[in-house]
T-cell receptor, first 113, second 113 residues
């Protein structure tokens, strides 16, 4: 039972262009969403989060959009840089139940220079 | 450097054996989480401890157990190992228990032969 799905295993983008990573979820009780980035041989690092009371959160080049009715969120990276090449994980939780994050399988982003 | 330390980084053992993975959380963090990442899959939540007490449980097998000690470090014990237990095991920590980012260690790669 995959409650958080990242349907694109990989994405390739030209440097300077926009990268859009997508994530769908099935559990309508999720109310807190996060994106993590992971480089090889390292642990995941927190990138950006959004609460279900918002539909957009921005931090520099990174913006997360949340569409609750569609149970869909996306991460936009503008402009994309070669250093952004990594695996991106979408995660969700129910705040009342604590920080028990449910992760998607990840999307490999390659930014070509 | 997330501040979360995991040992050992790599471990190779045989089926039927028992291993212990160790995690030291970031200074000041009271919550410790254990996640398992099998090949090409997302991170699966195993268990969470908060200030020494079990807080939440995920899909943790009965052959696996964990604890958090008074100095807040945590250990994950895996026994009667099977080939399918081969995975990356991540430890993460946070200050509290809800609505915050988790800081991950670099992981312990377990190979069961």
């Amino acid at each position: 039972d995959q409650q958080v799905k990242q349907n694109s295993p990989s994405l390739s983008v030209q440097e300077g262009r926009i990268s859009i990573l997508n994530c769908d979820y099935t559990n309508s009780m999720f109310d807190y969403f996060l994106w993590y980035k992971k480089y090889p041989a390292e642990g995941p690092t927190f990138l950006i989060s959004i609460s279900s009371i918002k539909d957009k959160n921005e931090d520099g080049r990174f913006t997360v959009f949340l569409n609750k009715s569609a149970k869909h969120l996306s991460l936009h990276i503008v402009p994309s840089q070669p250093g952004d090449s990594a695996v991106y994980f979408c995660a969700a939780s129910i705040m009342e139940y604590g920080n028990k994050l449910v992760f998607g399988a990840g999307t490999i982003l390659r930014v070509k220079s | 450097d997330s501040g979360v330390t995991q040992t050992p980084k790599h471990l190779i053992t045989a089926t039927g054996q028992r291993v212990t993975l160790r995690c030291s959380p970031r200074s000041g963090d009271l919550s410790v989480y254990w996640y398992q990442q099998s090949l090409d899959q997302g991170l699966q939540f195993l268990i969470q401890y908060y200030n020494g007490e079990e807080r939440a449980k995920g899909n943790i097998l009965e052959r696996f157990s964990a604890q958090q000690f008074p100095d807040l470090h945590s250990e994950l014990n895996l026994s009667s190992l099977e080939l399918g237990d081969s995975a990356l095991y991540f430890c993460a920590s946070s200050v509290g228990t809800s609505g915050e980012e988790l800081f991950f260690g670099e992981g312990s790669r377990l190979t069961v032969l």
